[in-house]
């Protein structure tokens, strides 16, 4: 009889324990140990939101749903605006945005819509390890939104690219949903920027603002420095390793998922979650917006920490009931703005002060931080994680070859059909439109048994 009581003090005290560390952990932990971001680096953050936030709006002359400062924009410099009529349930809804004062290209697309079946459909296409993609597992329904709208826009972002004397940036952006489409339609073009009229990477970049988890850990690593993260504070999506189908499938009964979620991710040792090369995670380098304490009411003026986590990227639930109110466009809008007015008067103290941090030390300090990275990957034995070195010599041997994987594609393009979408034509001649459906399958091909597999062997692939 003592041995059972015994043994039930110390399953209840196992359980308070546990029940103490979770319901005490916050969303700041995550991100307790990294350096504060520049105002340099985070400035093009607020402005990105308030593209986002523009999408929402009917009429960008007569504003009802303005931010308090005004969107930002020029209406006349809006190229083009696509809803869901013109999608058709391929994608959300975006626009274009030509921005002459920061010489940028920008391409919005908007978060999920709760009321759009499309939407879920473009979630629900999906299952765990259904689909590789340059060397890594990426979302398979983002993946081919982000090629219907690349096969779409590829001839408008060219012409305006090439118009613009070649020198701006090509800026991809999204919200929650539209961040997992932007990101994975930025690692194509980061690999096939010719395909654009020439664009190099260095010129390419991606912000996902409350991002979905879309790809293998190796792939967030790899594209860091293309790709950032934007997450405020306790915000559920970026945290919740269950697939998104899952997820949204439990939309309305949210916070008894992340409970569960909670409890069973317990009982799974980190290094089985780093082996899972199945396994989904937020893109690129994270900005992590924090404004609130420990055990205080109200908010704090928000600060802004990135890093390039390999281990510990975002892998906690946190229970909170900012959850999900953290996930809302809006609210990331004015917390960014905030953070980034302190992190000016942070650098602007006084004016005899040098700056802390040079602008090309800062840069030095990125690249670093990115090589760190992807070593470290390495060095946990991450799956198809590469070091920067042997990294630089595939690319090479996939860039010297890769004219005859087109001319390849090409001559099998009157006897084949797209895999991925049959209503766009292949391309038959060097000036003909680029089909992202052949960009996208030369980083995989099919084996015998239909899975896709990644092409370390251009030759293979011909054949």
């Known amino acids: 009889m003592s041995v059972t009581c015994g043994v039930e ?14 319901c005490t952990y916050i969303g700041s932990d995550d991100s307790a140990a990294w350096p504060i971001a520049t105002s340099d680096e985070f400035e093009p953050i607020p402005r990105l939101c308030r593209i986002i936030l523009a999408i929402y709006e009917p009429d960008l002359r007569s504003p009802k749903y303005a931010p308090a400062a005004g969107y930002g ?10 809803a869901y009529e013109q999608t058709l349930g391929h994608a959300p809804p975006y626009l274009i945005y ?15 819509n709760l009321v759009k079946e499309s939407d879920y459909k473009l979630l629900l296409d999906n299952k765990l390890g259904m689909q590789m993609f340059d060397g890594g597992y990426v979302h398979h329904g983002l993946l081919k939104s982000a090629i219907w709208v690349l096969n779409t826009e590829s001839e408008t972002l060219r012409r305006l690219w090439e118009e613009n004397g070649s020198e ?25 920027g010719d395909k654009l009229g020439g664009v190099p990477r260095s010129l390419v970049r991606c912000y996902a603002v409350a991002p979905a988890r ?39 009964c949210l916070p008894c998922l992340l409970f569960l979620v909670c409890l069973r991710d317990t009982f799974i040792p980190d290094g089985r979650k780093l082996r899972d090369q199945r396994r989904l995670y937020t893109p690129g380098r994270i900005y992590h917006i924090v ?28 229970l909170s009931c900012n959850a999900t109110s953290d996930h809302a466009i809006i609210w990331i809008e004015r917390e960014a703005q905030k ?39 390495v060095s946990l034995n991450i799956p198809h994680a590469v070091i920067p070195g042997e990294e630089e010599s595939s690319g090479n041997t996939e ?13 099998s393009s009157h006897d084949e059909k797209p895999q991925h979408s049959s209503g766009i034509e292949k391309s038959c001649c060097k000036n003909a439109r680029t089909n992202w459906n052949e960009v996208a399958e030369k980083l995989f091909k099919r084996n015998e048994s239909g899975k896709m597999l990644l092409n370390r062997d251009v030759s293979d692939f011909v054949t």
């Open 291 to 318: 404004e609130r304490k420990f055990c205080r009411c109200g908010r704090f003026p928000p600060e802004v920490r990135t890093a390039i986590p390999v281990d510990g990227r975002f892998e906690h639930i946190v």
């Open 73 to 82: 924009l020029n209406p006349d410099c809006v190229i083009k605006r696509v």
């Open 399 to 411: 860039e010297g070859s890769s004219s005859s994987v087109e001319k390849s594609v090409e001559a």
């Open 9 to 22: 003090c110390v399953v209840v005290l196992g359980c308070m324990r546990w029940a103490w560390k979770r």
């Open 168 to 192: 701006y940036k090509m800026v991809f952006v999204g919200h929650s949903l539209g961040s997992g489409v932007a990101a994975l339609l930025t690692i194509i073009v980061a690999n096939h």
């Open 214 to 252: 879309c790809m293998s850990l190796n792939l967030a690593v790899k594209y860091a420095d293309v790709i950032h993260s934007v997450v405020l504070q306790d915000d559920f999506l970026p945290r919740t390793p269950t697939p998104l189908e899952d997820v949204f499938k439990s939309i309305f």
């Open 339 to 377: 953070a980034l007015q302190n992190l000016k008067e942070l650098s602007t103290e006084t004016i005899t002060t040098p700056p802390r941090v040079q602008k090309l030390d800062r840069k030095l300090t990125l690249e670093k931080e990115h090589k760190d990275a992807l070593e470290r990957a």
């Open 98 to 112: 030509l921005d002459h004062v920061n010489r940028e290209i920008v391409l919005a697309i908007r978060g999920l």
